[in-house]
């Protein structure tokens, strides 16, 4: 199988507090992962799991403590960001942040233009400008000109989006790029995703917490837990039929009759969240409903289960 991305044993350590109480907590231990090409693929688990840190790394925002990334059958080379010089993009959750409130949205694009040698002249550059706007639903003539504050914050994300665009990327990394958006615009922009795939052949790591989202958009998903990959599949049989513990918390807790809803069971940076991070064994032990002694006692390794990876000593046996 082509793989476009490959992410192996990525391991990302924080250190907090003084020279004699120091605590280090791992942030992304040991991930693996890959996208093929023109695949949506899924990072999904609630705040402060490790996804966000695990694409900054991609994005080459931080320094990984150990692990590969392999771009294109190319490996990163170190303090090297992949996303400029070899086809990945990013898309960050809040739109308005993006952009500049003093700047007009068209000088970032003309900028891009500019800076990647896209264009001979500025009318190449409207041209070129104006057909990745109208990829995503909007027009040259819409946004020329105009501030971010004159645009909604859905209108904002297509345009960020769109500029993305501009360098033909094999990859977008888009973070959480919905959870800012109006809840009666975010299906529109989860289905632009999907037209990026099937039309252009984009490929997309899509970074969220919203499990209803990632199903109608996905074609397979990784779930984080205290920066343990847990569960991994696609999304059919992840979602569907989960077999961790946790995802199985997860799927139960997503509201039925309001998929635009975070599910109940987020948790914000907190004691409990730094004791499961610093938990030996099992990191979801603590808060699992059919823990057994080893679990408190070993890390699970990842067993394959009819073809999905699941990182949980109840398939020890399979």
């Keep these: 199988m082509d793989k476009l991305l490959e992410v192996e044993n990525l391991t990302k350590v924080f250190s907090f507090g ?15 992962f890959y996208i093929a090409p023109a695949e949506i693929f899924a990072l999904a688990g609630e705040s402060g799991c490790g996804k966000s840190t695990t694409a900054r790394i991609i994005l080459g925002f931080e320094h990984p403590t150990s692990g590969t990334i392999i771009h294109s059958g190319q490996v990163e080379a170190k303090n090297e960001k992949v996303w400029f010089t070899e086809g990945i993009q990013a898309i960050f959750q809040d739109p308005f942040g993006t952009f500049n409130p003093l700047r007009t949205v068209d000088s970032y694009f003309f900028e891009t233009v500019r800076n990647y040698k896209l264009a001979k002249g500025r009318a190449d550059a409207i041209d070129l400008i104006d057909r ?9 003539e819409e946004f020329a000109g105009k ?30 790029p919905v959870s800012m958006v109006d809840a009666s615009l975010r299906m529109s922009i989860v289905n632009l995703f999907k037209k990026l795939k099937e039309e252009f052949g984009v490929s997309i790591l899509y970074i ?37 513990p946790y995802t199985q918390l997860l799927r139960e807790s997503i509201p039925e009759a309001d998929p635009t809803r975070r599910w109940a069971g987020e948790i914000k940076l907190s004691d409990t969240e730094q004791d499961d991070y610093l938990r030996q064994g099992c990191r979801f032990a603590g808060r699992c409903p059919m823990v057994m002694e080893i679990c408190r006692q070993e890390a699970p390794p990842d067993y394959n289960v009819d073809g999905v990876l699941v990182k949980c000593f109840l398939y020890s046996n399979e």
């Excluded at 020279?19 to 280090?24: A, E, G, I, K």
């Excluded at 990745?132 to 040259?140: N, W």
């Design 208 to 244: 969220t917490h919203d499990l209803a989202t990632a199903y109608y958009m996905a074609d397979r998903i990784a779930i984080m837990f205290r920066g343990d990959i847990v569960e991994m599949g696609t999304v059919e049989e992840v979602l569907m039929d989960p077999k961790h």
């Design 132 to 140: 990745k706007l109208k990829a995503v639903g909007l027009s040259y």
């Design 18 to 32: 003084s020279l004699l109480s120091r605590v280090r907590i791992t942030a992304v231990d040991d991930v693996s």
């Design 147 to 176: 501030y971010p504050s004159e645009f909604s914050g859905g209108q904002l994300q297509r345009i960020s989006i769109a500029r993305a665009l501009l360098t033909d990327p094999k990859l977008l990394i888009a973070d959480e």
